[in-house]
T-cell receptor
Framework: AQSVTQLGSHVSVSEGALVLLRCNYS??????LFWYVQYPNQGLQLLLK??????LVKGINGFEAEFKKSETSFHLTKPSAHMSDAAEYFC???????????FGTGTRLKVLA | EPEVTQTPSHQVTQMGQEVILRCVPI?????FYWYRQILGQKVEFLVS????????KSEIFDDQFSVERPDGSNFTLKIRSTKLEDSAMYFC???????????FGPGTRLTVL
């Protein structure tokens, strides 16, 4: 069964520093991949998605992610963290033959002043 | 921008009681989903619904759960006899196509006492 692994349940970065949140999936067939952000007491907002087009995907708020088939990874990056980026980030995968999303355990990003 | 809405935002109930969580998906979407997130854990798929029937469900979605689209706009999740372990945030989502982007609502926090 498809699974998603997010390394690091908590990540802290200084304001202005690079943000790197890791996501690995298990399927041998490239699935659709998503990153969602959840601010406190809010729902899930899509940051970006990979659906087998360009391997470097740009999303909202300056985030981007690169699909690397050889590493089965879809890491999320942002060159310069902002205080408003503090939130929980979820990687999700939608496998072939199913419409459901499988979510990772989430990474809580803290941005230090 | 169209959005998924959910009511109520917070529901408190006694163990053994029935609850109905309501969702209004985006109006031209055809695929509907329920997910849940137990506090501190990852988001888990419960059920998907298309063409007035369940298309997929997880092992969590047992006989205590049911879904319905009672009219052209609402999508509901019913829990017949709530248990303490049903306490969670429940998210509704909808998509225009089967493997398209899922749009999530803000969630209903269910607390079972």
């Amino acid at each position: 069964a498809q699974s998603v692994t997010q390394l690091g349940s908590h990540v802290s970065v200084s304001e202005g520093a690079l943000v790197l949140l890791r996501c690995n999936y298990s399927s041998s067939v490239p699935p659709y991949l998503f990153w969602y952000v959840q601010y406190p007491n809010q729902g899930l907002q899509l940051l970006l998605k990979y659906t087998s087009a360009a391997t470097l995907v740009k999303g909202i708020n300056g985030f981007e992610a690169e699909f690397k088939k050889s590493e089965t990874s879809f890491h999320l990056t942002k060159p310069s963290a902002h205080m408003s980026d503090a939130a929980e980030y979820f990687c999700a995968v939608s496998d072939t033959g199913t419409y459901k999303y499988i979510f990772g355990t989430g990474t809580r990003l803290k941005v230090l002043a | 921008e169209p959005e998924v809405t959910q009511t109520p935002s917070h529901q408190v109930t006694q163990m053994g009681q029935e609850v109905i969580l309501r969702c209004v998906p985006i109006s031209n979407h055809l695929y509907f989903y329920w997910y849940r997130q137990i506090l501190g854990q990852k988001v888990e798929f419960l059920v998907s619904f298309y063409n007035n029937e369940i298309s997929e469900k997880s092992e969590i979605f047992d006989d205590q759960f049911s879904v319905e689209r009672p009219d052209g706009s609402n999508f509901t999740l019913k829990i017949r006899s709530t248990k303490l372990e049903d306490s969670a945030m429940y998210f509704c989502a909808s998509s225009g196509v089967g493997r398209g982007q899922q749009y999530f609502g803000p969630g209903t926090r269910l607390t079972v006492l």
